[in-house]
């Protein structure tokens, strides 16, 4: 059975009803979820590097398809990060869903000569202000998730979304490539990566950029 929710259904907490738009993708059953994300990451893997890692953001109920297709793919994984999100709603009668799940795997194995140390789970709330993507991620959790690609090293983000990866990347001294189907989103990321760069990294790219 296909899904059919908007994603903003489910994604937007109860009484913060917005205007903000709607996206493609989000409408594909568990069988064709993990065809098409194996797919993905198998070409994602093949475009890495020795020790490149992977992270994919899920739910609970996506987390165990999102592992299998992680492996399928040929990632070793390496373990799931919960990101515990305190303003989640509260659910009657039961346990609240408060948590996403970014599960990560590695191209071969870790580098063991990097001299880098990451936490293994985090706590923060989606942004409120200045909010432009119904699932816009934390800046404090994506600075901390793109630490993990080597500073010469280039972050994709194959679901640009509003940029969060993208100016993060930024803001660590990472080069970045973004892909978003959404025109809309696009040119939201496109301006939020620009803000972030200078002077210096403008000359670099030459007179197009
Ligand atoms: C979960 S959102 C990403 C949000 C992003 N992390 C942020 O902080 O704003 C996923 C994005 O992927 C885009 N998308 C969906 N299918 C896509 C595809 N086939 N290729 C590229 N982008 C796609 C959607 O338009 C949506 O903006």
Redesign the pocket.
Known sequence: MRRRRWPGAKYVTSGSAHDLKT???ENRDQHSYRSWLTELLTEAYRASTEHAVSMV?SDWRQEPTTSDALQMAGWTRQGTIPWIKPASRPRKGGFKQSAEFITWGVKGTLDNNRDIYLPGHFTASQPRKDR??I???PLEI?QQLVRICPEDGVVL?????????GVAALLEGRRFVG????PH?ADI?EQRLRAELTQDDFALAGPEA
């Open positions: 996206f493609p993708g953001f432009v993507h699932t816009q991620k994506m983000d194959p679901f640009t979304g509003s940029g969060s990866t892909v978003e189907l959404s989103y990321a």
